[in-house]
């Protein structure tokens, strides 16, 4: 157990709804990343926060759109979504990420798919 | 960040230990390997990471080379539940941002 919490684990939802995913960060860290990896391809990094300010930002659609919270959890929010949004998606977190030999700890993901 | 080079596949005998290479020839001084593994649509756990000097935990033992142009993960004694995907990352200490994950390497333990 990573400590990094991740809900809902499955989701199904019809093209064109909206979904918000959520993330609680291992207690103590002030970092979180979003991560997705599809079947056909790798784990793509997707947006990275560090206490509540946006930091980075990666392969992320305009329809998909992440905030963190002042008790540092997160939430991703997905719309207009297409079949091919399907995916996992996955939390990340560490404590400060600017530190030399930082590490990041990963959720066990959120299954979403698209029909 | 640097990019790295794993070979795509490899079997690991039950019992005996898994020797998973990494190139990452471009790294730069300040710059960290690290290594994580993927069990089936899991999590990625985090493995072991080092800068220079060589590393061992309780799960993995991480040996650099002294140019630092490469390194290699090693499970000293593979179990089936070894069985996963293993990825080598070099990322800058000072970096804000995004573990790049590249294809990794498919590790099969078989008995």
């Known amino acids: 157990d990573s400590g990094v919490t991740q809900t809902p684990k499955h989701l199904i939802t019809a093209t064109g709804q909206r979904v918000t995913l959520r993330c609680s960060p291992r207690s103590g860290d002030l970092s979180v990343y979003w991560y997705q990896q599809s079947l056909d391809q790798g784990l793509q990094f997707l947006i990275q926060?560090?206490?509540?300010?946006?930091?980075a930002k990666g392969n992320i659609l305009e329809r998909f759109s992440a905030q963190q919270f002042p008790d540092l959890h997160s939430e991703l929010n997905l719309s207009s979504l297409e079949l091919g949004d399907s995916a996992l998606y996955f939390c990340a977190s560490s404590v400060d990420p600017g530190q030399s030999g930082n590490t990041i700890y990963f959720g066990e993901g959120s299954w979403l798919t698209v029909v | 960040d640097a990019k790295t080079t794993q070979p795509p596949s490899m079997d690991c005998a039950e019992g005996r230990a898994a020797n998973l290479p990494c190139n990452h020839s471009t790294i730069s001084g300040n710059e960290y390997v690290y290594w994580y593994r993927q069990i089936h649509s899991q999590g990625p756990q985090y493995i072991i990471h080092g800068l220079k000097n060589n590393e061992t935990n309780e799960m993995a033992s991480l040996i650099i080379t002294e140019d630092r142009k490469s390194s290699t993960l090693i499970l000293p004694h593979a179990t089936l539940r070894d069985t996963a995907v293993y990825y080598c990352?070099?990322?800058?200490?000072?970096?804000?941002?995004?573990?790049?994950f590249g294809a990794g390497t498919q590790v099969v333990v078989t008995p």
């Open positions: 990352i070099v990322r800058s200490g000072d970096s804000w941002g995004k573990f790049q």
């Open positions: 926060y560090y206490n509540g300010e946006e930091r």
